[in-house]
């Protein structure tokens, strides 16, 4: 297991990659040359291991990016974003996201966040919403992504999908899992809170 810093660093490596590559992620937000580091305080959930070892993560040019935040997830401070809501142990389980650049990440950033996240086979993530703006990259796997106002879509690596600030959106998984790159702009102080924290979608 490499050690936490350069963990991070490898994965900082292959996020500014993508930024050079990728003009969506590109568009999306400016990346600094230089971002502020900080401690993390690890912190282990059970879905990181189903994340570590998945091996239904089918990539498409991504394999690095993929296997960097693989690499880093020991060192991570999962989130547990949703404790303490409807969201039983089933999706607390099985859900998880750490932060790369924002609060409990390593890196600290002005202009964007971003985070990891992953879902295993057969998972529904309902709907929710925040003010900042977000956007998923997806870099293994498969998922079904909702937004109201929208048809629902089937991303695979290298899709991408835009969610505006406070718009309600879902995932879904099916058959396979998914790893995403998600970033995001604007207010970032506000966490993600259920749209229906009574129940369903
Ligand atoms: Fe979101």
């Given at each position: 297991m490499i050690g936490a810093r350069a963990a991070f660093e490898r994965c900082l490596a292959e996020l500014r990659a993508l930024h050079a590559a990728c003009p969506a992620i590109a568009s999306f937000a400016p990346l600094p040359d230089s971002l502020a580091e900080q401690p993390v305080m690890p912190h282990d959930i059970p879905a990181a291991r189903l994340m570590e070892e998945d091996d239904g993560l089918f990539s498409d040019g991504f394999e690095a990016m993929r296997d960097a935040f693989i690499a880093a997830s020991p060192h991570a401070q999962w989130r547990?974003?949703?404790?303490?809501?409807?969201?039983?142990p089933d999706f607390m389980n099985r859900f998880a996201c750490y932060c790369l650049?924002?609060?409990?990440?390593?890196f600290v950033s002005d202009s964007l966040g971003a985070y990891v996240v992953y879902m295993p086979p057969g998972l529904y993530y309902p709907y929710h919403h925040h003010p900042a703006e977000e956007l998923y990259f997806i870099l293994a796997g498969e998922a079904e992504f909702l937004m109201e106002g929208a048809p629902s879509k089937t991303l695979r690596p290298g899709d991408h999908v835009f969610h505006p600030s406070n718009r309600p959106h879902a995932t879904r998984t099916h058959a396979h899992p998914f790893m995403a790159l998600v970033l995001w702009r604007g207010n970032m102080s506000v966490k993600p809170v259920l749209t229906h924290p009574d129940g369903e979608p």
């Open positions: 547990e974003t949703y404790k303490g809501t409807r969201m039983g650049v924002g609060s409990g990440g390593p």
